[in-house]
């Protein structure tokens, strides 16, 4: 079956733009993750939705950092004013259920270019 | 604070040798450890998991291992093949984290030379 999918895949943005990045998770998911990944780093957890609601945001980095997935399925990651420490991959990972025993399965990233 | 570190930063062998890759973590708290690779510009695939309550796991060429105690886990590739080249990285969840996020090192960079 389909999974896990990002788009877009590449995004560049001049620097104070404001970007909306996507993630589609494998259907019927439970929970979704966002992670950070620095060039030569490993990812870093952004935030964590169990079905519609956000119950962990302790890893974003400001407030320019928001993070939605309104009905469940799809979410999205928006970065206003970006700066160029911004520039980074970011992953998406889904998994079956809300309990730390259940794999996570990631997308192919974004990668944000900001200039 | 959970850290996770992975050693070494990079490694280089030739085609055919058996390699262990390392992983240590500051709070054995864990729920479980999480061996994934990652191919350049790709997303990451995983390997092996390990629950808290195991000591180790096998697929094909791979065997991971884990000392909860002592805060380490090793990736054991044996015959290592030029397809095997790419990054590893290993991630441990914490017990009480909510949902289970992620906690990564900073990866190992792999290369096989044929």
Same mark, same amino acid.
């Given at each position: 079956?389909?999974?896990?999918?990002?788009? $877009?895949?590449?995004?560049?943005?001049?620097?104070?733009?404001?970007?909306?990045?996507?993630?589609?998770?494998?259907?019927?998911?439970?929970s979704?993750?966002?992670?950070?990944?620095?060039?030569?780093?490993g990812?870093?957890?952004?935030?964590?939705?169990?079905?519609?609601?956000?119950?962990?945001?302790?890893?974003?980095?400001?407030?320019?950092?928001?993070?939605?997935? $309104?009905?469940?399925?799809v979410?999205?990651?928006?970065i206003?004013?970006?700066?160029?420490?911004?520039?980074?991959?970011?992953?998406?990972?889904?998994?079956?259920?809300?309990?730390?025993?259940?794999?996570?399965?990631?997308? $192919?990233?974004?990668?944000?270019?900001?200039? | 604070?959970?850290?996770?570190?992975?050693?070494?930063?990079?490694?280089?062998?030739?085609?055919?040798?058996?390699?262990?890759?390392n992983?240590?973590?500051?709070?054995?708290?864990i729920?479980?450890?999480?061996?994934?690779?990652?191919?350049?510009?790709?997303?990451?695939t995983?390997?092996?998991l390990i629950?808290?309550?195991?000591?180790e796991?096998?697929?094909?060429?791979?065997?991971?291992?884990?000392?909860?105690?002592?805060?380490?886990?090793?990736?054991?590739?044996a015959?290592?093949q030029?397809?095997?080249?790419?990054?590893?990285?290993?991630?441990?969840?914490?017990?009480?984290?909510?949902?289970?996020?992620?906690?990564?090192?900073q990866?190992?960079?792999?290369?096989?030379?044929?």
């Open positions: 079956g389909a999974g896990v999918s990002q788009s $877009p895949r590449y995004k560049v943005a001049k620097r104070g733009q404001d970007v909306a990045l996507r993630c589609d998770p494998i259907s019927g998911h439970v979704l993750f966002w992670y950070q990944q620095a060039l030569g780093q990812p870093e957890f952004l935030t964590y939705f169990q079905n519609e609601a956000q119950l962990d945001k302790s890893g974003l980095p400001s407030d320019r950092f928001f993070a939605e997935r $309104p009905e469940g399925s979410s999205t990651l928006k206003q004013r970006t700066q160029q420490e911004d520039s980074a991959v970011y992953l998406c990972a889904s998994s079956s259920g809300g309990q730390a025993s259940y794999e996570q399965y990631f997308g $192919p990233g974004t990668r944000l270019t900001v200039t | 604070k959970q850290e996770v570190t992975q050693i070494p930063a990079a490694l280089s062998v030739p085609e055919g040798e058996n390699l262990v890759l992983c240590s973590f500051t709070d054995s708290a729920y479980n450890l999480q061996w994934f690779r990652q191919d350049p510009g790709k997303g990451l995983s390997l092996l629950q808290s309550s195991q000591r796991q096998t697929s094909g060429r791979l065997n991971a291992s884990l000392d909860k105690s002592s805060g380490r886990s090793t990736l054991y590739i015959a290592s030029p397809g095997d080249s790419a990054t590893y990285l290993c991630a441990v969840r914490r017990i009480y984290n909510q949902g289970g996020k992620l906690i990564f090192g990866g190992t960079e792999l290369s096989v030379k044929p």
